[in-house]
């Protein structure tokens, strides 16, 4: 407790993990809002009997108290039974001289139940192929994170605010990736 602040973070259980484990960041303090307006089944589902509200954000708290954000729960990427998660990808590849924004998304695979596809606008002038990218992010991070797929595009789909809408590209891509399967 911070403050007034409570955290904690839990599995999909909602029982408490140890410190350094990752799982869904849950609150609870007198700030903490009290549920969504008219809307009782959402705020039955994120908030528990003793008003514990779990955010669908994933992080771990070390030993001090720190909490690390790892990304969003509904984002996370399950390949093979490794949990990938996109924020990860996403630094790396926002590192990459060549890359002006990107993001990480999942898609269907029968066999390792999802594949990790990365989505990349360049910078103005430059040009980069897919195997390119692949052996960047492999130096930085474990192989099995490594995108299966890189997709370049000229825009992203955003809210007024420009922030990437994830659930909208997720569907374009796909699409693509299933056109492309077939083809």
Same mark, same amino acid.
């Given at each position: 407790?911070?403050?007034?602040?409570?955290? +904690?973070?839990?599995?999909?259980?909602?029982?408490?993990?140890?410190?350094?484990?990752?799982?869904? /960041?849950?609150?609870?303090?007198? @700030?903490? *809002? +009290?549920? $969504?307006?008219? *809307?009782?089944?959402?705020?039955?589902? &994120?908030?528990?009997?003793?008003?514990?509200? $779990?955010?669908?954000?994933?992080?771990?708290?070390?030993?001090? @108290?720190?909490?690390?954000?790892?990304?969003?729960?509904? %984002?996370?990427?399950?390949? @093979?039974?490794?949990?990938? $998660?996109?924020?990860?990808?996403?630094?790396?590849?926002?590192?990459?001289?060549?890359?002006?924004?990107?993001?990480?998304?999942?898609?269907?695979?029968?066999?390792?139940?999802?594949? &990790?596809?990365?989505? /990349?606008?360049?910078?103005?002038?430059?040009?980069?192929?897919?195997?390119?990218?692949? %052996?960047?992010?492999?130096?930085?991070?474990?192989?099995? +994170?490594v995108p299966s797929k890189v997709v370049f595009v000229e825009?992203?789909? &955003?809210?007024?605010?420009?922030?990437?809408?994830? @659930?909208?590209?997720?569907?374009? *891509?796909?699409?693509? &990736?299933?056109?492309? %399967?077939?083809?």
């Open positions: 407790m911070t403050d007034g602040v409570n955290l +904690k973070i839990v599995n999909e259980h909602r029982e408490m993990l140890p410190v350094g484990e990752v799982g869904e /960041i849950a609150c609870k303090s007198l @700030g903490t *809002m +009290k549920g $969504y307006y008219k *809307m009782e089944e959402q705020t039955k589902k &994120v908030f528990d009997e003793d008003g514990w509200y $779990y955010t669908g954000d994933l992080g771990s708290l070390d030993e001090k @108290g720190y909490l690390r954000f790892v990304g969003r729960k509904k %984002e996370m990427i399950i390949r @093979g039974g490794y949990n990938i $998660y996109p924020q990860e990808i996403e630094g790396v590849l926002a590192k990459h001289p060549k890359v002006l924004e990107c993001a990480v998304v999942g898609y269907p695979n029968e066999v390792l139940g999802e594949l &990790v596809c990365a989505v /990349i606008k360049l910078k103005k002038g430059e040009s980069c192929t897919p195997d390119e990218i692949k %052996e960047y992010v492999k130096t930085f991070i474990a192989t099995y +994170k825009e992203f789909p &955003v809210t007024a605010s420009g922030k990437i809408q994830k @659930g909208k590209l997720k569907e374009k *891509m796909l699409k693509l &990736v299933h056109t492309s %399967e077939t083809d």
